[in-house]
C-alpha cells in the first residue's frame, strides 16, 4: 500500500465513524475528494452542500452540480449575499475571513436542518503553511472538520486520491470566489462582481485554461498562464476582448505580460490569502 493509498484508507475510515456528514462543497478538488470521501464512507448520510452568492460564478455552480452527480452523492444548495455584510464589501485583509464565517454558518445551519452534526470542508495539509490564510481562522472558530488537514493530504496526493475516485476535476486549476479580482481596499460591489464574471466566462469560451480578470476600478488586468500568452496576443483575440470588455463598462483593457499569479491584486498578503479553491 502507497503512502497515498494509506492516508485515503484513514481518512475514509475515520469519517466512516460519524452518524452523517454535510460536506462544504465547492465543486473544486479539495472538496470533491472530500465528498468522495464522505460518500465512499457513509453513502446515503453524506451529504454535500453548495454555498450559492454573488461571488460564485454561475458556471461554477453548475460544475458543482455535475460533479456532486458524478460522485453521486446527494446536493443541497443554499442561498445567501456576502454584500450584506459591511466588513466583506469593505475589502480589507480579512474578507477572506469574513466570507468563510457567513458561508460555513451557512452550512452549519443546512447541516442542523438535517439532523446532521458534523460539517467539513476542504482544506489540505499545504494550505496552512502558505501564507496570510485569514478564511481558516473562521473554520477552527466554527469547528469544521477537515479531513485532509487531519490526515496530512497535501494538494498532490489530493490530486492523486481525485484521479483514484475517477473525478473530472483531478487537474482542476484552483478557482476562488470573484471577490479575488478586486484590490484590496476596493468595495466589493455587485457590479464590479458581475462584469468580471462575464469577463471571465468569455475567456473561458476562448479556450483558456488558467486566467483572472482583475477589476482596478474600471481598468481589466487580464492574467492567462504564461504557456497561454502566445494565443491571449493574436490580433483576433485582443480586439475582441478588448469590445466586449468595454461594453461590459471597463474603461481601459489591459493584458498583464508577467502572466497569471495567485493574489497579485493583494500585495501586502501572501499569494494564498484570495486563491483557495474551496
Known amino acids: 500500500m502507497t503512502t497515498v493509498e494509506a492516508k485515503l484508507a484513514a481518512a475514509r475510515d475515520e469519517l466512516a465513524t460519524y452518524d452523517g456528514i454535510l460536506v462544504a462543497f465547492s465543486g473544486g478538488v479539495d472538496s470533491s475528494v472530500v465528498a468522495a470521501l464522505a460518500h465512499d464512507a457513509l453513502g446515503d448520510d453524506a451529504v454535500a452542500c453548495t454555498a450559492k452568492s454573488e461571488t460564485l460564478p454561475a458556471a461554477e455552480l453548475e460544475d458543482a452540480k455535475r460533479v456532486a452527480d458524478e460522485i453521486g452523492i446527494r446536493h443541497e444548495i443554499v442561498s445567501f449575499s456576502e ?43 499545504d494550505d496552512p503553511g502558505a501564507g496570510h490564510r485569514p478564511g481558516l481562522q473562521a473554520v477552527d472558530e466554527l469547528d469544521v472538520h477537515s479531513p485532509l488537514l487531519a490526515h496530512d493530504i497535501a494538494k498532490d496526493e489530493v490530486r492523486t486520491i481525485a484521479e483514484h475516485y475517477g473525478l473530472s476535476v483531478a487537474d482542476k486549476p ?17 457590479d464590479r462582481l458581475t462584469r468580471v464574471e462575464q469577463a471571465e466566462a468569455l475567456l473561458r469560451q476562448w479556450g483558456f485554461d488558467q486566467f483572472r480578470v482583475r477589476d482596478h476600478d474600471g481598468l481589466a488586468r487580464i492574467e492567462v498562464a504564461p504557456d497561454e500568452l502566445d494565443r491571449a496576443l493574436e490580433r483576433e483575440f485582443v480586439e475582441t476582448v478588448r469590445d466586449a470588455l468595454s461594453n461590459l463598462g471597463f474603461e481601459h483593457v489591459t493584458l498583464d505580460l508577467h502572466g497569471y499569479r495567485t493574489g497579485s491584486v493583494s500585495p501586502v498578503t501572501d499569494a494564498a490569502t484570495t486563491e483557495s479553491d474551496d
Open 174 to 190: 484552483s478557482m476562488a470566489c470573484l471577490s479575488s479580482r478586486i484590490p484590496t481596499g476596493l468595495e466589493v460591489t455587485d
Open 83 to 125: 454584500l450584506e455584510s459591511d466588513e466583506f464589501v469593505a475589502n480589507d485583509d480579512d474578507r477572506c475571513y469574513h466570507c468563510r464565517t457567513m458561508r460555513l454558518g451557512e452550512m452549519e445551519d443546512a447541516a442542523r436542518e438535517l439532523g446532521i452534526e458534523t460539517v467539513c470542508d476542504g482544506t489540505n495539509a
